[in-house]
Every structure is written in structure tokens, then in C-alpha cells.
């Protein structure tokens, strides 16, 4: 592999050599020599070693979610983009000089720039502020612009060899849109913004750049404004004004007309052009850095919760899961670092997103395309053998496969990997591990309680130890000056235990309801990894819900009585009874909504009952092919989606989405 930077085709025998250093640097990233990577990426200052720095860097942030990592991560990406500027700036008159067929001059300097600003918005998000967060949102913008328009300069490209007589490639319709123009530059006023006008009534001491100068607005891809310059010092004050004011502001363009949505404006290739096409080394990295990284823009943005809602209204645009995949696979197919980088995202969104949904097409669009993903997983891990990555998107393929005995002691086995933040507790969630922890050692308390009282004894302690640490590691970490929403639940669920062992005069482990350890299992849909065996031994945890408490469970409040019904009806659905899972589940969807508000109440039970109904709708419908299924499958996931504002909704909500999506296709209805 030649790396990331050269992103020579397979088959190519064409490189630059002005990229082959940083190459052969950053292609250790992806092989788990964090340390060597970061050593040779740092011998020189180009443009190609301070991208490949600063990915070294977001990549221990995202996966650390350390303030330190992140204070390093946006320096470094702040220092790449600086330089990859002053490099395109350098070469974007001087047409002489480019080696590339398809591309303007100065094209591989614009893709290290949008790259950056990708990387440099996702860590503005997790920095907590929301200040950060909206800089990060508007370089989302630029590094929009900047791939449309090379996009649009690869198609027309790709058109011209079809039209000389070579291999047809396929394309999707046109999408233009009459505001805008495809093949003209963006101009740098074209996208200047006016939310600090919008927001002039609150004191944030922001004030507008001056335009730029009139000779280089037509040379440049980007507004003149840069927002850090725009935007206050982030101040608790400013935090919550900026909050409070965001709903209402929309984003405008030079003439003050507020700026259209953004969408692709090229043709987007539905199978992609072979990786051979692009033999001229730039070529190959413009091509595989702008699929990554377009791809990577529709598939985050469509999967975002409506907390970010406000955000991508601003940015001005929103995602296409569809396309997004599309344009990841395409970036795959080449032997770099893009490929690579794509390659992960892509075996993630299948191992993770679409592992942690319920009804999922079987073929066409969004169907799990599981040989591909196999195939691509075992080049990956022959190419990249070290690497703890793969190994992990390995272990993650097995368990979607319900093998997770295997999973597990696959993953037992794995070698300590070289980058840390992959194997540590980050600094975000203590509060939410030590809740998990206790739920675990609440479920053995309930295990020994009957056989074993003195062992029984020792569990109680170790939760009660917990239960008195939580708090201290909740409610601290916000995105968007908003909580976490297991900070949220946990806190609720501390506080209605706190209030039932007062109300019952019983120790605080004998208030905790049904099982919380099988509430985290169902979050993070951890039935649909489970054999029959796990299932099994899942009912006999819920059981002892009904039995190992202090409080009679005749007495038991309505929402805890709803939890045990749809975990019931959860696990049966998995081992395939889906009308057991009806009768548990129809035991809480016949209640009047109201039951479950208020107070420290399970509010999150009643839509995921009712969510719960539409999947067994339609796994009968998948096995009979009764329309009639598919019909109440609609029905009670519309119900489910028009719910109001709940425990842990976008985890619910997210599954609910795919589920309607899945279910109109398969009806035939636009999506």
C-alpha cells in the first residue's frame, strides 16, 4: 500500500513523488503503529504530513473523548488547514504545473482543507460548546462547497470517456437545483453567514468580518469570513445565550437572502467507475478523499439525533444515508489510506448501525450486503495485520452473527492494540460504566440471594459502593449545553429507586425495579446478538424481577410491570414467538398514555411497546406475506415516531426511522 496520500489506484503504476513520504508515514495509521506514524508524518511540514497528523490526533480524540486529545486534535487540524490553504493559494493559478486529468489546479490542496474542517467540526461537537459546536457546523458548510464542485468536475470528466467510447457508468438522474450552479465555484461571499446579525440582541461582542477584497472572490472556494474571528470566547453566558438563540436563526448568503439547502448538485455515480480509471496519482487521492469524505458528510448528517437538528439547519443541509454508503463503497475500493479510512466506516455503520436495528430490508438498497462486507474485511485485515481496528470490526461481524460466545472470547484473545483510547474508559462516560457495573452485580445479588445470602451480602455492598459514586460522574459532560441522555436517565433512575426504598422502608437494593441490566442489553439491542441459550437465560433474569424485591410485585408500579411486559416480548420476538410477544406487549400498549408520565417515571416504555408491535408485525410479515402485516407494521411504528420527548428517544428514535423507511420501501411508497 502506498498510503493515503498517494491513493495510487490497484494496478497503477503512477505516482508523485512529491507524495510519496507522507504515503508510505501515514499508512502505519491503519496498521496500529501510532507511534512510528506520528514520528515519520512528523519530519516534515507539507500539507500531506499535517493532514496526517492531525487524523492521528482526531482519531485518539474520538475514540478517548479526553479534553487534552481534543486541544491537540483542533490545533494540529487548525495547522493543516492553515497550510493546506497557503499550498492551494501557491499552485491555483499555475495550470502548467498540474498532473491531473480530471481536476482544476490545486484540487489535492482543497480535498486536505475539507478533510480537516470534517474532522475539525466533529471535535468541535464533543468539546461541549456550543460555540465550538457552530464553528465546527459552518466549516461543515465550506467543506461541502468544496466537494460538490470537484465532484461535478469528476463527472463531467467520467461523461467525457463515456462519450469517447469507453465503459458505461451509471448514473442517477440529474438533481439540480435552480439557485445554484454546479459547475461555477462557489464564491467566497457566496456562503458568508449572518447569524451573528440574527443574534445582534444578545451582548456575545461578535462582530461581522470585513468583505474581502473584490480581485480574489473569484479565486476563492470559501467565504472570507472566518467564524473563529465571528464568534465570542465561549463563556457560560454565551453558552446559554447562543443555546437559547439558535432556533431562530437561519444562515444567509451575501445579499441577505437566506442561503438555499444545500444538495448535491452533480450526478451521483450509483456504481462507481472502476479504480483503475484513475491512473495520475492526484487524481486517485481527489477521487477517493472526495467519496470518503462526501460519504462520510450524508451518512453522519442522516444519522444525527433531532438535538442536532438546529445545527445542520444552519450548516445548510442534511443527509442521504443511501447515497452516503454509495459513495463509501466507491472510496473502497482503492489501496490507501482513504479506502481504509472509508472501509472502517463503512463495516461500522453495518456492524454497528444497522446491528443495533430491527427491520431491515433483505435486498436492494439497505440490505446488509454481507459477502461484500466479508470480502472487505478480509482484505483489509490481510493488509493492515496489526491492526486492532479490524480485528474489532471482526469480532463485531461474529456477534451480528449471534455467535457471541465466539465474539467474546475472540475479543479476550485480542491483542492489546497500540492505540490506547481504544482499550480505555474515556473520560465522558465513568458514570454510565459504573451504572452498568452496578446493574450487573444488582442481577447477581438477585442470582445468590436465595441460595446464598452471605455471598448475596457482598454484591449488595459493592452496589450500594456504587450508587454512592455515580453521581459524582453524572450531569458534568454536555453537547450542545445540553446533558448526556444516559446522564439523564441514570440520574432519574437513581432517584425513583431513592423514593421507592423511602416509600417501601426497604434497603435501596430492594427498590430497584425489573432488571436494569436487561434495560442496557435492550439499548443497545443486545437480544439481537443472543442465541437461544442467552435468550433463555434473559426470561429467567426478568423472572427474578417478580420475586428477589422487597415490594410485592402485585403492587408494582404500572411502569415497571410495562418493562418486564416489553423485555418479555423482546426476547420471545427474538426466538421467533412472535405471538407470545404480542400478548406481553399489547399489556402496555392498551394503557392510556398519561400512566407513564410524570414523575421519575420509565416514560421511554410506552413507545417502545408500541415500536416493539410494528417489528413482530413485520417479521410475520416476512414470513407469511400477509400484506396486511406490513400494513399494522406501519401503523404502530407511525404511532411510535409521533411520540413527544422521552428517556432516551434518539436510541429508540433511531430505530424507529429505519423501520418506516424499510417498511414504505417495501411498500412502494417515496421515502
Not at 488547514?81 to 490542496?109: D, L, M, W
Not at 445468590?448 to 453524572?474: C, G, M, R, S, Y
Not at 404500572?558 to 411486559?565: M, Q
Request: glycine share 6%; with cysteine.
Amino acid at each position: 500500500m502506498r498510503g493515503w496520500f498517494s491513493g495510487r489506484a490497484r494496478g497503477s503504476s503512477q505516482s508523485l513523488n512529491s507524495l510519496e513520504e507522507p504515503a508510505s508515514s501515514a499508512s502505519h495509521i491503519m496498521n496500529d503503529d501510532m507511534e512510528l506514524a506520528e514520528s515519520e508524518l512528523s519530519k516534515e511540514n507539507t500539507s500531506f504530513h499535517k493532514l496526517g497528523l492531525g487524523l492521528l490526533s482526531f482519531l485518539k480524540a474520538v475514540l478517548g473523548f479526553e479534553r487534552e486529545l481534543m486541544a491537540e486534535a483542533q490545533e494540529r487540524l487548525n495547522a493543516a488547514e492553515t497550510q493546506a490553504t497557503e499550498s492551494y493559494n501557491r499552485v491555483k493559478h499555475h495550470s502548467s504545473h498540474s498532473q491531473s486529468q480530471i481536476y482544476s489546479p490545486g484540487s489535492e490542496f482543497l480535498l486536505c482543507q475539507a478533510q480537516v474542517q470534517i474532522m475539525g467540526a466533529v471535535i468541535g461537537v464533543l468539546t461541549e460548546s456550543v460555540t465550538e459546536s457552530l464553528r465546527g457546523f459552518y466549516k461543515l458548510r465550506k467543506a461541502y462547497l468544496t466537494l460538490d464542485v470537484l465532484l461535478a468536475e469528476e463527472n463531467a470528466y467520467l461523461k467525457k470517456l463515456e462519450a469517447e467510447g469507453g465503459k458505461p457508468i451509471k448514473f442517477e438522474s440529474e438533481t439540480t437545483d435552480s439557485s445554484t450552479s454546479a459547475s461555477a465555484e462557489p464564491s467566497r461571499a457566496a456562503s458568508t453567514t449572518d447569524l451573528t446579525q440574527e443574534l445582534a440582541g444578545k451582548d456575545f461582542g461578535a462582530k461581522r468580518a470585513a468583505p474581502a477584497e473584490a480581485e480574489s472572490d473569484a479565486d476563492e472556494f470559501f467565504e472570507a469570513a472566518e467564524v473563529p474571528e465571528e464568534l465570542p470566547e465561549s463563556t457560560p453566558q454565551v453558552e446559554k445565550d447562543l443555546s437559547d438563540a439558535m432556533d431562530s436563526a437561519t444562515i444567509k448568503d451575501a445579499d441577505g437572502v437566506p442561503a438555499p439547502l444545500l444538495r448535491r448538485l452533480s450526478s451521483h455515480i450509483q456504481e462507481g467507475p472502476d479504480a483503475e480509471i484513475f491512473t495520475n496519482s492526484i487524481d486517485a487521492f481527489v477521487h477517493s478523499s472526495s467519496n470518503l469524505c462526501y460519504g462520510m458528510l450524508l451518512l453522519l448528517l442522516s444519522m444525527l439525533p433531532p438535538a442536532f437538528n438546529t445545527l445542520t439547519k444552519i450548516a445548510g443541509f442534511k443527509g442521504d444515508r443511501r447515497r452516503g454508503i454509495a459513495l463509501l463503497w466507491q472510496a473502497s475500493k482503492f489501496g490507501n489510506l482513504n479506502g481504509a479510512f472509508a472501509g472502517l466506516v463503512v463495516l461500522g455503520y453495518y456492524n454497528g448501525f444497522i446491528g443495533f436495528c430491527d427491520i431491515l430490508p433483505e435486498t436492494g438498497s439497505g440490505a446488509y450486503p454481507k459477502e461484500r462486507c466479508q470480502e472487505l474485511l478480509e482484505t483489509s485485515r490481510k493488509r493492515y495485520p496489526k491492526s486492532g481496528l479490524w480485528m474489532l470490526e471482526e469480532i463485531r461481524s461474529l456477534s451480528n452473527e449471534r455467535r457471541l460466545e465466539e465474539s467474546l472470547e475472540r475479543l479476550k484473545n485480542m491483542p492489546d492494540p497500540k492505540l490506547k483510547q481504544m482499550v480505555k474508559l474515556n473520560n465522558w462516560s465513568h458514570g454510565l460504566y459504573y451504572y452498568i457495573a452496578a446493574c450487573a452485580h444488582i442481577e447477581r445479588y438477585r442470582e445468590l440471594l436465595p441460595t446464598d445470602p452471605e455471598k448475596a451480602a457482598e454484591q449488595a455492598e459493592k452496589v450500594t459502593t456504587l450508587f454512592t459514586i455515580i453521581p459524582n460522574h453524572i450531569g458534568k459532560k454536555r453537547i450542545m449545553a445540553k446533558q448526556m441522555p444516559f446522564d439523564v436517565f441514570v440520574a432519574r433512575k437513581l432517584a425513583k429507586w431513592t423514593a421507592r426504598a423511602a416509600q417501601h422502608s426497604v434497603p435501596l437494593i430492594d427498590a430497584v425495579g425489573v432488571s436494569p441490566l436487561t434495560e442496557m442489553v435492550y439499548f443497545w439491542n443486545g437480544f439481537k446478538r443472543m442465541g437461544n441459550v442467552q435468550l433463555e437465560k434473559s426470561l429467567v433474569c426478568l423472572g427474578r424481577s417478580q420475586t428477589s424485591t422487597s415490594i410485592p410485585w402485585e403492587t408494582e408500579d404500572v411502569d415497571e410491570k410495562a418493562i418486564l411486559s416489553v423485555m418479555k416480548g423482546v426476547v420471545h420476538r427474538h426466538m421467533g414467538k412472535t405471538h407470545e410477544a404480542r400478548v406481553e406487549l399489547e399489556s402496555v400498549t392498551a394503557k392510556e398514555r398519561t400512566l407513564f408520565k410524570g414523575g421519575n417515571k420509565d416514560n421511554w416504555v410506552a413507545p417502545a411497546a408500541h415500536y416493539e408491535m410494528g417489528v413482530a408485525e413485520w417479521v410475520d410479515y416476512k414470513a407469511t406475506g400477509d400484506q396486511a402485516c406490513l400494513e399494522k407494521a406501519q401503523k404502530w411504528l407511525e404511532v411510535s415516531a409521533g411520540w413527544e420527548a422521552y428517556d432516551l428517544d434518539a436510541r429508540v428514535g433511531i430505530r424507529v426511522k429505519t423501520g418506516l423507511e424499510t417498511v414504505k420501501r417495501e411498500k412502494g411508497e417515496a421515502v
